[in-house]
Structures are given as structure tokens and as C-alpha cells.
């Protein structure tokens, strides 16, 4: 919130909210669909306060195991609240200044749950019926498993990507963590949408 706030009273008409991690792995890998991105958005009628940017199938299947059954679920959730197939959980959004207003305005989450927090709120200001065309969504490439990434020595000492995953991702402390997260993202969608 204090990125985006910042960002705002800055004058900014747009913002791409996004993991840094993710937006260097994406500028690597799809340069030109995150350069296309915000003229997609602007050419969209009516234009969107706030555009979930999600994983197209392939992206999605690339990530360790656990992201994908705790995302899963929550993006479940996220799509029967709000009416339309949604992937929320990637860690990036694209508000215009009405859905950044918004979200300033009425966001109060301590946790990662503002991915189904943030569009709930703009969703819920704009109405049912509008809430579809002011809450956009937008499948990309770009946010596909970016971690193994920045890990290549580790990788390799372990013998490889699949080892690597099961090293660090197929431990009960991670099943918690991101199921408690799944859990507190559909927990603030139900708060913000009643």
C-alpha cells in the first residue's frame, strides 16, 4: 500500500503492482507482452480500474506443487465471488487511478491476501453488474515459476529443478504457509464482499 500510495500522490494515471522478483523474470522472458500490457488495458471499454494479471495454463503448470493447490483453491473462491474465471494469486495487478483510489481508500489486510482483497474492494465499489467491466483479466506468459530463476548453484548441487522443488517446497511448513495464506485471502474476499 505504501508503494502504490506513494505512487499516487506522485500524479501516476496507472500503476503495475507486482512481485520484483516476477517483474525481472517476466522483462527477461516476455519483454514485449509486459510493454503491451497497458495499451491492452487502455483500449478496453469500459476501462478497467483494476486488472488481475494471471497465469495462462502453461505458466501456471510451471509452479511447485503446493502453489498450485493453495492457489488453486483460492483462485476457486476468488472466481465464484466475483463472477468470472480469475487467476488472483500471481502477485501482480494493474489498477488506473479510480482502483487505486479505491483500494487506499478501503484496504486494511496485513497479509499477502490483498491479491483477492484488492479486487474484491473495487469490485464490490463498483457494482455487480459494472464490477465485471471495471475488474479486468488479463492471462500472461510472463508470471510463470520465476524462483528457480535465482537458484541455479543450489539446483545444481541438488541434482536439478525437481530435487530443488522437493528440497524446498514439499515440507509441511510450506503446505502450511501457503494454505494459511489461501485461507486468509478468501477470509478478507468474504470480509470486503459480505
Known amino acids: 500500500r505504501l508503494a502504490l500510495r506513494t505512487a499516487f500522490q506522485a500524479g501516476e494515471a496507472s500503476f503495475l503492482y507486482c512481485d520484483f522478483d516476477r517483474w525481472l523474470h517476466w522483462v527477461g522472458r516476455f519483454p514485449d507482452e509486459l510493454r503491451d500490457l497497458p495499451a491492452a488495458l487502455a483500449g478496453r471499454r469500459p476501462r478497467p480500474w483494476y ?9 501456471f503448470r510451471t509452479h511447485p ?3 498450485r493447490v493453495a492457489e488453486g483453491a483460492t ?3 476468488a472466481s465464484l465471488a466475483l463472477g468470472r474465471r480469475l487467476d488472483a494469486t500471481a502477485g501482480a495487478c494493474w489498477l488506473d487511478r ?3 483510489e479505491i483500494v487506499l481508500a478501503g484496504s486494511v489486510e496485513e497479509t499477502n491476501a490483498t491479491d483477492l482483497e484488492w479486487p474484491a ?3 464490490r465499489r463498483a457494482g455487480r453488474l459494472a464490477g465485471r ?13 520465476e524462483t528457480a530463476e535465482f537458484y541455479a548453484p543450489e539446483i545444481a548441487a541438488l541434482g536439478g529443478r ?6 524446498h517446497y514439499e515440507r509441511p511448513e510450506v503446505w502450511r504457509a501457503r494454505l494459511g495464506l489461501a ?12
Do not use: H
Open 51 to 59: 486488472a488481475c494479471l494471471g497465469r495462462t495454463r502453461r505458466a
Open 65 to 67: 506443487y503446493v502453489q
Open 75 to 77: 483462485n476457486r473462491a
Open 98 to 100: 479510480p482502483g487505486a
Open 121 to 123: 474492494l473495487v469490485y
Open 133 to 145: 467491466g471495471r475488474l479486468a483479466y488479463v492471462v500472461t506468459e510472463g508470471l510463470e515459476f
Open 162 to 167: 525437481e530435487a530443488w522443488e522437493r528440497a
Open 183 to 194: 485461507t486468509d485471502s478468501v477470509a478478507a474476499l468474504c470480509r470486503v464482499l459480505g
